[in-house]
């Protein structure tokens, strides 16, 4: 098993461009959390945007990522681009928040400013949780703080280069359901604008090297992570817990029916 870092360690790691591989969750479930958290993965990254999920179920994951044995530490994509979501994953005791449609330079400045305490950024401070383990002077919190800006829009692609070179930032994200969406696709895996795709990533990629920023994609399986991960990028997820669930349920319900008499 993988040794665990501390948030420090791991935003460290993270800004130095090191390789690092996380998990994605979408379900309620701290128990799943706790087993995830001791699997070996980097980080497990809570989906408030798309997840099933609160606040409360929120904190209770990244209260589980805490367990005994936990190589993990908790990422949070927020909801949005908005202080108070942003704050209240950081309050929660998230290592660092993953902020969506970011189309823009000012867009990540504002994600930047939310995670930052004053004279840096807008960030209230009250972190609650997150005071017990990140910081809690604000310097040493933002030491320990990562933010990381989504590329998924046509806005995001096209103003990429000035994303990554925003003040403060510590990485880009690519979604690539909706970056396909973005550049023609008509569906979230449509093959027929793969070309167009591979660019766009090729794109984004160089941006976060020239910046010197990590770079991370969202992927479907290990296998992509590994692939990605291979092209260059720095960090990436493998989705997601609720699609494993139902194709490890799937696999295993047709291995029985096969071997019945």
Aim: glycine share 10%.
């Amino acid at each position: 098993m993988a040794t665990g870092r501390t948030s420090a360690e791991f935003t460290a790691a993270l800004r130095a461009r090191e390789r690092l591989i996380g998990y994605w969750s979408l379900l309620d479930s701290p128990i799943a959390a706790e087993r995830l958290a001791r699997v070996g993965y980097d980080y497990l990254a809570f989906d408030a945007q798309h997840g099933l999920f609160g606040y409360q179920g929120m904190l209770n994951n990244l209260l589980a990522t805490d367990t005994k044995g936990s190589t993990a530490v908790g990422m949070v994509r927020v909801e949005a681009n908005d202080l108070t979501y942003i704050g209240k994953a950081l309050d929660a005791g998230a290592t660092g928040v993953i902020v969506p449609l970011i189309d823009n330079a000012r867009d990540a400045a504002d994600a930047v400013a939310a995670v930052r305490y004053p004279p840096l950024g807008r960030r209230s401070y009250g972190p609650m949780r997150a005071q017990l383990r990140i910081g809690p002077n604000p310097a040493d919190t933002h030491e320990q703080t990562a933010v990381l800006a989504m590329i998924e829009t046509a806005d995001g692609l096209a103003n990429v280069e000035e994303i990554c070179a925003t003040p403060g930032l510590d990485g880009i994200y690519v979604g690539p359901s909706d970056l396909r969406l973005a550049i023609g696709g008509a569906t979230s895996t449509d093959p027929s604008v793969q070309e167009e795709f591979e660019q766009a990533l090729a794109r984004i990629s160089k941006a976060a090297e020239a910046a010197g920023i990590a770079a991370g994609i969202h992927n479907a399986d290990g296998a992509s992570a590994a692939r990605r991960l291979a092209e260059g990028w720095t960090f990436a997820s493998v989705a997601a817990d609720v699609v494993h669930l139902q194709q490890v349920a799937t696999s295993h319900l047709d291995a029985a029916r096969g071997g019945a008499c």
